[in-house]
């Protein structure tokens, strides 16, 4: 599916955009006038983190539970422990922060590394600086069956190099193969949204 056409949240239309039109995420680092994608800005992530905003769009999150998009490892050990009425953890800790509900889907389906199982990272991104560190390996595939997963809250630290996140509590998990599958869910959350505006 092509990403200007899917329903963006209002808080990631209002987010900067690149030559093309695609939104840059709050985290995502800038060189010479140019958004670094396959990179995740140290500073950027670390403010995200410490006051609570979303990966995405930047905004405000509120307590309660947390969104994030998950590749296929991590998609078929949530998908396990489920099954097995175990609880998860991600015991490893990831660099990819939480963001809102609304703005993981939409994140799932107009990545192109997040939205098919074949996708790539580009094997040319290069850190932009000092304070960025890489957000996945480069070149690696997504592979399998991914998932936006709610979670019911998230730790993190900040290091000197790295902000590291783990999550807790699966509240919510909705596996893909192509991320276009999360649709109808982006429509409904997108109308909730606006409803709960007009009150």
């Excluded at 990631?12 to 709050?26: E, M, Q, S, T």
């Excluded at 019911?152 to 790295?162: K, L, M």
């Amino acid at each position: 599916m092509r990403f200007e056409l899917v329903p963006m949240p209002d808080e990631v239309g209002a987010r900067p955009k690149d030559g093309r039109g695609y939104p840059v995420p709050a985290i995502t680092p800038w060189q010479d006038g140019q958004p670094q994608f396959a990179l995740t800005d140290y500073g950027r992530s670390a403010d995200c983190a410490l006051e609570r905003r979303c990966s995405v769009c930047g905004g405000l999150m509120a307590r309660g539970p947390v969104w994030r998009v998950v590749g296929a490892a991590e998609s078929a050990a949530i998908a396990e422990a489920i099954a097995a009425g175990r609880p998860y953890r991600n015991l490893a800790p990831t660099m990819e922060g939480p963001g809102h509900r609304s703005c993981m889907l939409y994140a799932s389906m107009v990545c192109p590394y997040l939205a098919r199982p074949n996708a790539r990272r580009r094997v040319t991104a290069e850190p932009a600086a000092d304070g960025v560190t890489s957000a996945a390996v480069r070149g690696a595939a997504r592979g399998g069956t991914g998932a936006v997963v709610g979670f019911g809250d998230y730790e993190y630290a900040v290091t000197e190099t790295r902000v590291l996140f783990r999550f807790l509590d699966v509240v919510e998990f909705l596996p893909h193969e192509s991320a276009d599958e999360h649709l109808a869910e982006l429509r409904a959350e997108l109308a909730r949204a606006t409803g709960a505006q007009g009150r």
